[in-house]
């Protein structure tokens, strides 16, 4: 019972270890704050893009379709190996000479991305048709009846399942250790190899916790006020 | 071709199909302008179809559609500056729910005719006062009554001044209490405005009263058509007789 204590709660090694595990820790926060920004745009744009109108429009469509299956269905850890190892062999100018941290982001961002436009679209379709026919019969365009009318709507109702994601995508910036971007996870590693404790690991286990709590509990406290609203209106 | 100007609004031949479902079959109607025609008829029977074709929220399939002198039906026509000239009330009113009533009806002035933030907030109040909502301006309109709700969405196609008002049946999903709020301020648009409307209602003793010609679809024909005195009075084709004397037996005229 000692050893185990000693191997994962040793204050010793964590007055050692805290302060690179704290300095990795700052890493995830800023890909997460990165990829969360880029994910909330790209995403939006491209479920905008899955629900275009017309025969004119299938090519985009299909590349929407392609895109989010195949990166939904593909691991983030191979995703982020591809890059991070596959892109600087390339050669290729502005590209192969980015750091790990940009090829990290860009992993998470692609594969989080794929997630969040099912999200949006799920939203956008749940808005009912009249709401649209209501908006073009004022004679707004589609554009307009979508970004003043289709959209505030989709947006607001998604926002809770939106949030779940991004506790996913907070949690996965661990993952990206393996493209060698120096974080938390990285620096627990480092740690447990040369002293032979873990105490590291749940250094970085408690930090991760603490941060997607906040999170989780106002996306808790989204729903339930949302639920409350949609009694009141029953009611 | 003939030599006389077309109405107002006029509809040639008009047909259409859902799927092997025939909506519309060749409806020819013509409304003058400050007319208002009231369009009755079993549900089904074609009458909101017919408005959201003059509007091109459907497309027709056959025969040609010509409002204030502009084929609607070539396929060139500009749908968002046609649908600027010609309002239309929904059943279940419609309103934006992420709005308030305010935003409600200056949303189109604002982003389709272009009009300052001022001006259109300005011609709304103007409006919400004549429809007696202007103390729920702020409001959203989930916490409004039905009535006051369909009040707003007649409040919001005014706010664009339409040329043509269609009205596809805007009391059927309100409480009978809260009808004649919504009747009275119809009744008054086409009294101070002389506003050309087309109407589909199932209200007949306010067809009766508002209308200067009455029209009674029955499976996607114009089966009769005549001043209001005339159809329902004395109504010459057997099925508006039975459809009439349907609406008498309950309780609705």
Redesign the interface.
């Known amino acids: 019972m000692h050893r185990f204590f000693e191997a994962f709660f040793s204050p010793h090694a964590f007055r050692q270890v805290f302060p690179d595990v704290w300095n990795g820790f700052q890493t995830n926060i800023r890909m997460m704050v990165v990829a969360e920004l880029l994910v909330l745009a790209l995403a939006l744009g491209i479920a905008v893009v899955r629900g275009l109108p017309g025969r004119g429009a299938w090519p985009l469509r299909a590349l929407a379709v392609i895109y989010t299956d195949t990166f939904r269905g593909t691991p983030l850890i191979l995703v982020a190996l591809m890059i991070a190892l596959g892109l600087p062999g390339l050669n290729i100018h502005g590209i192969s000479d980015r750091s790990n941290f940009v090829y990290g982001v860009a992993a998470l961002t692609l594969v989080y991305t794929a997630y969040v436009t099912e999200v949006y679209r799920a939203g956008i379709e749940s808005v009912h048709g009249s709401q649209r026919m209501a908006a073009r019969s004022l004679g707004l365009s589609y554009a307009q009846a979508l970004r003043y009318v289709v959209l505030p709507q989709a947006v607001r109702r998604v926002i809770p399942p939106l949030l779940n994601d991004f506790v996913g995508l907070q949690k996965d910036t661990a993952i990206i250790s393996v493209a060698g971007v120096t974080e938390a996870t990285i620096q627990a590693t480092n740690f447990s190899s040369s002293y032979f404790n873990f105490t590291g690991f749940v250094v970085a286990g408690v930090l991760f916790i603490f941060l997607t709590i906040p999170l989780a509990r106002f996306t808790d406290h989204l729903i339930r006020e949302r639920e409350l609203r949609e009694r009141a209106l029953a009611g | 071709m003939s030599a006389t100007a077309p109405s107002f609004v006029q509809l040639e031949g008009v047909t259409k199909r859902f799927g092997d479902n025939v909506v519309l079959k060749s409806v020819d109607l013509a409304v003058e302008e400050h007319e208002v025609v009231c369009l009755i008829g079993a549900s089904g029977s074609g009458k909101s179809t017919l408005l959201r074709c003059v509007?091109l929220?459907e497309r027709v399939d056959e025969g040609r559609i010509v409002f204030d002198g502009l084929d609607l039906t070539n396929g060139k026509v500009d749908?968002?500056?046609l649908?600027?000239k010609?309002?239309?009330v929904?059943q279940?009113y419609?309103?934006?729910?992420?709005m308030t009533v305010l935003q409600n009806v200056t949303?189109?002035p604002r982003?389709?005719l272009g009009h300052s933030r001022n001006k259109a907030r300005g011609r709304a109040r103007e409006l919400l006062r004549r429809i007696g909502l202007e103390e729920k301006a702020e409001e959203f309109p989930?916490r409004l009554s039905g009535g006051q709700q369909q009040r707003v969405a007649i409040a919001?196609?005014l706010a664009?001044d339409p040329k043509l008002m269609l009205l596809d049946e805007i009391t059927s999903a309100l409480d009978p209490q809260l009808v004649s709020e919504v009747l009275n301020l119809v009744r008054s648009l086409t009294e101070d405005f002389g506003m050309t409307m087309i109407i589909a209602t199932h209200e007949m003793s306010f067809a009766r009263e508002v209308a200067d010609r009455v029209c009674f679809l029955d499976a996607g024909v114009i089966l009769e058509e005549g001043p209001p005195d005339q159809i329902f009075a004395a109504p010459k084709q057997e099925r508006t007789q039975e459809f009439l004397s349907r609406v008498i037996a309950a309780g609705r005229m």
């Open positions: 509007n929220l749908v968002n500056a649908r600027r010609i309002g239309i929904f279940a419609n309103l934006f729910p992420h949303l189109a982003k389709v989930d919001r196609a664009m």
